[in-house]
């Protein structure tokens, strides 16, 4: 398995560590690790596995996982280091190159040309069955056509030319139960969460917002089971648990379990949770247990923006979340914002400067605000960058410009309070992403072009593309998209029906709690039998 980024990143990214698992507990497999640095290279020279030192051009099989759409940049550089040809029409032979992970069925279209095929979706019952499938016909003298006419229309695969499109995404349990939550293999101290075992309370969300990938391509939401969890914990035995999840404070066991894991002394960390979640029993037992950050995502300037993404977050509890922050000693208190709506105005900013200068009040009422007690606030601040399979995956994006004017005019906004700092993304980088993200297969030639002249900004330069024509136009009800050789089991007339309701700053109900089987909303339903 390769995962770009270097080792310390590889290490606290909980995706491909579970694949890595199952692949690794099956006996008629070998499976080894290779973390390229950003050059695809290990330590200066062609990337080797972790396990036995061998070079990744020794193995006829190489899973790629890819989290983020910067990534892409790391699997061309990757097999030019190993000696692999990068793209796949050049490759008559082995090595197969295979490629998950989110931006598989969220949109493969960009890498399709290095990759010789995708899994779409979550390792389910077909994952190992594929890999086995694979060694016997490598084993059996198989050539490279013959091996991919055999797998091209297995569940879950996606050989791009080869396979009926669109390929269903695979998802694992039922509507509700998630019965295999990721956790961390590798536990170590040159992670960047360190000596932390990550682990998987949910996956999916039901909130539905209209700009998350994650909400849609996730569907449906799932909760792991308590008792698997401590299963997990009381097996790797660490020092740290960090909770890692889309909606924790929808969880039932959150306390229980937390107080379970101080019963087993172990410390642990959450990552984000919803405003309208946070109780004063539960700040109490965090503060309790030494938990002194908490983060907040507030998304949109002004209800009028919150309503257009449907986030479903009143005011009130917001503020009412910050006061029991300041009250209960939060010593640091995140906040997350994104800038770059469709239509958004001054106004919308202006709101927000009434509602910080509410929250900076709250604090001053509260123990956070005194000198010895005193409550730290963190803006971060990202660019809205319209993902597919979203309603927003019609939107335009705002330009660099634009972006930049407002991330400054954020930045001078907090400047008169104490204690109050704002951090922000760099527009051009979100721009990219947007491309990379939105793009279809003649974007490999731009990748190729950043992998060979030193990265992204010499590449565009050389890149006879147009960025603004893929990103500043509002597209059409029935265009095309490169990503639509996917299904990820949500309707397109769903997701138009919430882009038109988003520009009316109108709500939509989120998922039903009677599961999908009673729903006839946005698709998954038929997920039922899964």
């Not at 030019?80 to 008559?92: K, T, W």
Request: net charge neutral.
């Amino acid at each position: 398995m390769a995962v770009p980024g270097g080792e310390k990143t590889a290490l606290s990214t909980l995706g491909w560590q579970a694949v890595y698992r199952l692949l690794a507990e099956e006996p008629g497999l070998a499976v080894e690790c290779v973390f390229p640095d950003k050059l695809g290279q290990t330590d200066g020279d062609e990337p080797r596995t972790r396990e036995s030192n061998s070079p990744l051009s020794s193995f006829p099989v190489t899973a790629w996982s890819v989290t983020f759409e910067e990534d892409f940049l790391n699997l061309p550089r990757m097999l030019q280091a190993a000696g692999v040809p990068p793209l796949a029409a050049e490759r008559p032979c082995l090595p197969l190159i295979i490629a998950g992970g989110p931006p598989a069925f969220l949109n493969p279209a960009p890498v399709a040309p290095f990759v010789d095929l995708f899994w779409v979706g979550e390792a389910d019952e077909n994952f190992i069955p594929l890999f086995l499938k694979l060694k016997t016909l490598i084993f059996d003298g198989a050539d490279k056509p013959a091996i991919m006419d055999a797998i091209k229309d297995d569940p879950g695969v996606y050989a791009p030319g080869l396979s009926k499109t669109p390929v269903r995404r695979l998802t694992t349990g039922t509507p509700g139960t998630l019965p295999d939550p990721a956790f961390s293999c590798f536990i170590s101290g040159r992670a960047a969460f360190r000596d932390t075992l990550l682990l998987e309370v949910n996956r999916g969300c039901p909130y539905g917002c209209r700009f998350c990938a994650a909400g849609f391509i996730y569907r449906p939401p799932r909760h792991a089971d308590m008792d698997e969890l401590k299963r997990i914990v009381t097996l790797a035995d660490p020092p740290k648990v960090g909770l890692v999840g889309t909606a924790l404070t929808d969880w039932p066991d959150l306390i229980p379990f937390l107080k379970w894991l101080h019963g087993k002394k172990k410390k642990f960390s959450l990552s984000s949770m919803r405003a309208d979640g946070i109780t004063e029993e539960l700040l109490t037992y965090l503060r309790e247990r030494g938990v002194r950050t908490i983060t907040l995502a507030l998304e949109g300037a002004s209800e009028r923006l919150r309503r257009m993404m449907s986030k479903k977050l009143k005011p009130e509890d917001f503020l009412s979340a910050v006061r029991l922050c300041a009250r209960y000693g939060v010593n640091h208190l995140k906040l997350y914002l994104i800038a770059g709506w469709p239509g958004e105005t001054d106004e919308d900013y202006e709101e927000l400067r009434g509602f910080l200068a509410e929250i900076v009040r709250i604090r001053s009422e509260e123990p956070g605000g005194r000198k010895n007690r005193f409550m730290r606030i963190t803006i971060g601040v990202s660019s809205l960058v319209p993902k597919p399979f979203t309603p927003f995956q019609w939107a335009p994006m705002m330009g660099e410009r634009e972006l930049a004017a407002r991330m400054k005019m954020l930045t001078k906004m907090v400047k008169p309070y104490k204690g109050v700092t704002l951090h922000h993304d760099n527009p051009w980088q979100a721009r990219l992403q947007g491309l990379l993200a939105r793009g279809g297969e003649d974007m490999a030639d731009f990748i190729l072009l950043a992998a060979e002249h030193g990265g992204w900004k010499k590449a565009l330069k050389r890149w006879d593309g147009d960025m603004e024509a893929l990103l500043d136009r509002e597209r059409g009800k029935d265009e095309a998209f490169p990503w639509e050789v996917i299904d990820v089991g949500v309707r397109r007339d769903y997701l138009w029906k919430e882009w038109e309701r988003a520009k009316e700053a109108r709500t939509s109900a989120g998922c039903s709690k009677v599961g999908c089987g009673s729903c006839v909303g946005c698709g998954v339903e038929i997920n039922e039998e899964v």
